[in-house]
């Protein structure tokens, strides 16, 4: 299947960006985990070539990618109401094309979770031992990769077996939102309908969601754009290039909200990547 005239969009920055773990590079194509199947991406200029492990309506899949990738968006308006100053124009200059993703929420809620004081490669290798166990085994050509794990069968595992999959203190965090999800306790079709800070406040009842994981999920599944997930990258980039001193997370909240507006989590997203990718990401 084919997707053209795909403009101002990039799929590497999009998919190296640290939004998501289930993606990874093999020669020039993308080999992903998305909602219980293996898709192929490759990008060819203005035009994405995919590939899927099920045999599914291409009408359905591409309107699927559509949303998922953040392809509707409107990239050039978006980026130059939060194209500020030199440090952002730099970043947004060197990773043009780069988007939000709109991924599943259960996956997203769960990942997240995991992600809290640990690192892209950890991360990555809990989510693929916990697939492993607890998910169906899926295959594309010769690649091979597994289900990311439902509420359900998260819910119904013992903490140890959590354990042994690297999660560490989190485990318990893990399971408690699945038995949340599955009970209805956590209704994700309410949710998904709560504007920002009530969606924010709802996520945040849970054991193991701060208020950085809570921004993460509305971020990168509901599509609250607004939502800015501060993690020591964040609160480092503000302080050294906008506030210049030491900073609460809610003076750089306040700060960014005010300074990006409605569109402050992508911004943010344009200056994380800078600062991971550029080592002299500081200075102008």
């Not at 595992?157 to 699945?178: F, H, I, K, N």
């Not at 949710?191 to 509305?218: N, T, W």
Request: glycine content about 6%.
């Amino acid at each position: 299947m084919h997707i053209q005239n795909v403009t101002d969009f990039n799929l590497k920055y999009t998919l190296e960006s640290g939004q998501s773990f289930r993606w990874n590079r093999v020669d020039d194509a993308y080999y992903g985990v998305v909602e219980g199947r293996i898709l192929k991406i490759c990008q060819q200029g203005t035009t994405l070539q995919v590939e899927s492990s099920t045999d599914e309506d291409v009408s359905t899949l591409a309107a699927y990618l559509h949303h998922y990738l953040d392809l509707g968006r409107d990239m050039p308006r978006l980026l130059a109401a939060v194209d500020n100053d030199a440090y952002i124009h730099r970043a947004i200059e060197k990773f043009w094309g780069m988007r939000i993703l709109n991924q599943a929420l259960w996956e997203t809620l769960a990942s997240f979770i995991l992600s809290q004081n640990n690192n892209v490669p950890r991360i990555r290798g809990i989510i693929r031992r916990l697939s492993e166990h607890f998910g169906e085994k899926l295959t594309l050509e010769r690649y091979v990769d597994y289900s990311f794990p439902s509420a359900h069968a998260l819910a119904a595992s013992q903490v140890d077996e959590l354990l042994a999959c690297g999660t560490g203190y989190r485990a318990s965090y893990l399971r408690d939102a699945a038995q949340a999800v599955v009970s209805g306790e956590l209704a994700f079709t309410q949710l998904k309908q709560f504007p920002y800070l009530e969606a924010k406040r709802e996520l945040m009842q849970r054991k193991g969601i701060g208020e950085k994981v809570a921004d993460c999920i509305c971020l990168f599944s509901l599509g609250h754009l607004e939502a800015l997930p501060i993690d020591v990258w964040i609160k480092r980039i503000f302080e050294t290039l906008y506030l210049r001193r030491q900073a609460t997370h809610r003076e750089i909240r306040e700060f960014a909200q005010n300074y990006f507006g409605e569109s402050v989590g992508y911004a943010q997203q344009y200056l994380f990547h800078y600062a991971h990718e550029e080592p002299n990401w500081a200075d102008v």
